[in-house]
Nanobody, 122 residues
Framework: QVQLVESGGGLVQAGGSLRLSCAAS????????MGWFRQAPGKEREFVAA???????NYADSIKGRFTISRDNAKNTVYLQMNSLKPEDTAVYYC????????????????WGQGTQVTVSS
């Protein structure tokens, strides 16, 4: 079992930045891919970014160049640095983990956090 706890959400003006954190505990083996999803009101949950233990990285086209995912393996924590935020980035951001990168990207990961709200005002 893996437990995921997100933090770092909040209210920010358009053009601002936020850094989300997702701390993993439990069976946090290096085979786990960790990623971020988001769900805006009235919309489906969508993939944002994923990061493996080593160099695997995957980003959604909608956030490329603005968001950066990183991982501190010693702390079992993955981060999402979000820059140049836009009102359309407003959503609940969820952390996910699975041994399968495909599952993480597809949104079918075995483990999910509770989410953290990000609100970008115009």
């Amino acid at each position: 079992q893996v437990q995921l706890v997100e933090s770092g959400g909040g209210l920010v003006q358009a053009g601002g930045s936020l850094r989300l954190s997702c701390a993993a505990s439990g069976r946090t083996e290096r085979t786990y891919i960790m990623g971020w999803f988001r769900q805006a009101p009235g919309k489906e949950r969508e993939f944002v970014a994923a990061r493996g233990w080593y160099s695997y990285t995957n980003y959604a086209d909608s956030i490329k160049g603005r968001f950066t995912i990183s991982r501190d393996n010693a702390k079992n924590t993955v981060y999402l640095q979000m820059n140049s935020l836009k009102p359309e980035d407003t959503a609940v951001y969820y952390c996910a983990a699975d041994t399968s990168a495909r599952a993480v990207v597809a949104g079918t990961a075995n483990y999910w956090g509770q989410g953290t709200q990000v609100t970008v005002s115009s």
